[in-house]
């Protein structure tokens, strides 16, 4: 069993090998999306800085993730920030596959990137959260809520050098409606590392994996400093 409250740098499918089945109470992941950077909008243009940085992540990912995540899991308790041409598969693979309960939250930013050409504005990321029958969603009326109405967090972005981070608050959120504290939360995809400071924050154990060098570093630099935030208080 790997250790608690860690993020590692490794390919996921090679970490969660090592994690026994059954043990993780939720995910909560924001994997690479599968996206088109050609066309309209601001992906008419190849050399823009943001399109750059989406070259490693817009390719979607494998479905043995999904099967491997499902095995580690107690019972299946999943968030998954998604494209809209996720929705579809994921919802076959979860509900019709596996039967499971689902509902989809949507992110409204309220300063998207000002391009659209021949399409609507990208102004809307989607959330799905899939669950057993009688997996438990806690939380109450003020954090239950199927969208979240906020402005990119320009500033984490900055901060921390990962292009899609996402708001903190939304995914403590998420955290807080869908365990309890002492529980394990596991993200595969844990880019500059927002589900672990989550977890933090609202006393839950992670595991959580990252490939990119880069971005691991960054991540485990921000926890560091979020448990040193701890010890000061």
Known sequence: MLELDKIYCMDCLE????????????CVTDPPYLIETQGGGIYAHEDKQYVKELNNIKDGFRTEILDELCRVMK???????????????????FVTKRGCNWNLLSWHKTNPVP?????????????????????????????KRTWFNTPLNQADKEKWGHPTIKPLN?????????????????????????????CIKEKRHF??????????KKSVERVKNEQRQLTLF
């Open 115 to 143: 391009a659209c050409g021949n399409k609507y504005l990208t102004d809307t990321e989607y959330l799905l959260f899939f669950r057993q029958k009688g997996v438990k969603l806690y939380g109450n009326f003020d954090t």
């Open 75 to 93: 019972r299946i308790n999943i968030y998954i920030f998604c494209s809209q041409k996720q929705i579809i598969p994921l919802t076959d693979y």
């Open 170 to 198: 939304i995914v403590e959120t998420l955290v807080f409606n869908s365990s309890e504290a002492g529980d394990i939360v596991l993200d595969p995809f844990s880019g500059s590392g927002t589900t672990a400071i989550a």
């Open 207 to 216: 595991i959580c994996f990252e490939k990119d060098e880069t971005y691991w």
């Open 15 to 26: 970490g969660m090998k090592q994690i026994p089945d059954g043990t993780i109470d939720l």
